[in-house]
């Protein structure tokens, strides 16, 4: 059973860093591209960043290049989203995401495996 459990959420204020990481188990994880996605209240969910399974191509949503950046370690499954100079427009609950794919993929539908989300909530 796959599972990837997403911790590091919380409070901060703006202009402030957080460090997301998730644990997957369950997969062959160094075959699969890792993202994250976010969705704000009333809002559908969004991508913000993937890393390709060997971690040598990452992608980013424009609203987040250059604040945040996304690594992973195939030794322990983990993938992490190092989110700095945070804004109250980020505040949203941030999932982790594997799709079996050798590249880099940004769309919801591409991935197979979610995990159940953590809260950011970025105050002004």
């Known amino acids: 059973q796959v599972q990837l459990v997403e911790s590091g959420g919380g409070k901060v204020q703006a202009g402030g860093s957080l460090r997301l990481s998730c644990a997957a188990s369950?997969?062959?994880?160094?075959?699969?591209?890792m993202g994250w996605f976010r969705q704000a209240p009333g809002k559908e969910r969004e991508f913000v960043a993937a890393?390709?399974?060997?971690?040598?191509?990452?992608d980013y949503a424009d609203s987040v290049k250059g604040r945040f950046t996304i690594f992973r370690d195939n030794a322990k499954n983990t993938v992490s989203l190092q989110m700095n100079s945070l804004k109250p427009e980020d505040t949203a609950v941030y999932y982790c995401?594997?799709?079996?794919?050798?590249?880099?993929?940004?769309?919801?539908?591409?991935?197979?495996?979610w995990g159940q989300g953590t809260h950011v909530t970025v105050s002004s």
């Open positions: 995401a594997a799709s079996p794919t050798a590249v880099v993929v940004t769309t919801i539908y591409e991935y197979d495996y």
């Open positions: 369950g997969l062959y994880f160094s075959t699969h591209t």
């Open positions: 890393i390709s399974w060997s971690g040598g191509s990452t």
